[in-house]
């Protein structure tokens, strides 16, 4: 199985500040890495798919970069609305796999 | 409104069956791949399942190959998940997920997610 690594597993950041979270593979994935952001008690919601393609309706502030084993999602300029749990998800190989998630706090 | 709506969790103890549904909304079901994502409390997301539109191909996770089988019903615009054997490490919040596949990138992600419904197998 694809082993998944995210960094930091958590981060305090304040409105307004550009965040970025990242994501390691175990294998290389090329382009085939999703992110999701996730809030307390609510499902998941994918953000960015393909590894910089943003989903309809999600806020331009997000973005992805990377290819290969590294992969980055950044916030550019954080909102009140997006402290939560975010996740990337290998879609290169079945069983697809999660990262184990960067939870984003307020400072 | 695209919609999916799980039902079916509940207590149950170690060794028994339960069988979860996901019912489809607001979008053409049978066009669509169908995953099961499932989430133990207070930790990350773990896929499960997942089955093609037409019912073919399925692929499962190894910790619940030969205990779940997924299954749909396209004319009733369903998912199922059933479950049998469920052991202590099976308890999680299971979502359905629909499949959205990129022809373009040649991407899968899940793009529509369920509520939940709550799994607890404990004795």
């Known amino acids: 199985d694809i082993q998944m690594t995210q960094s930091p597993s958590s981060l305090s950041a304040s409105v307004g500040d550009r965040v970025t979270i990242a994501c390691r593979a175990s294998?290389?994935?090329?382009?085939?890495l999703n992110w999701y952001q996730q809030k307390p008690g609510k499902a998941p919601k994918l953000l960015i798919y393909?590894?910089?393609r943003l989903q309809s309706g999600v806020p331009s502030r997000f973005s992805g970069s990377g290819s290969g084993t590294e992969f980055t999602l950044t916030i550019s300029g954080l909102q009140p609305e997006d402290f939560a749990t975010y996740y990337c998800?290998?879609?290169?190989?079945?069983?697809?796999?999660f990262g184990q998630g960067t939870k984003v706090e307020i400072k | 409104e695209v919609q999916l709506v799980e039902s079916g969790g509940g207590l149950v103890q170690p060794g028994e069956s339960l069988r979860l549904s996901c019912a489809a909304s607001?979008?053409?079901?049978?066009?669509?791949?169908m995953n099961w994502v499932r989430q133990a409390p207070g930790k990350g997301l773990e896929w499960v399942s997942y089955?093609?539109?037409?019912?073919?191909?399925?692929y499962y996770a190894d910790s619940v190959k030969g205990r779940f089988t997924v299954s749909r019903d396209n004319a009733e615009d369903s998912l199922y998940l059933q479950m049998n054997s469920l052991r202590a490490e099976d308890t999680a919040v299971y979502y359905c997920?629909?499949?959205?596949?990129?022809?373009?990138?040649?991407?899968?992600?899940?793009?529509?997610w369920g509520q939940g419904t709550l799994v607890t197998v404990s004795s």
């Open positions: 393909a590894t910089s």
């Open positions: 607001g979008f053409i079901f049978s066009s669509f791949r």
């Open positions: 997920a629909r499949g959205y596949y990129d022809v373009l990138t040649t991407n899968d992600a899940f793009d529509i």
């Open positions: 089955i093609s539109n037409t019912g073919t191909p399925i």
């Open positions: 998800q290998q879609s290169y190989s079945t069983p697809w796999t």
């Open positions: 294998l290389s994935l090329y382009t085939y």
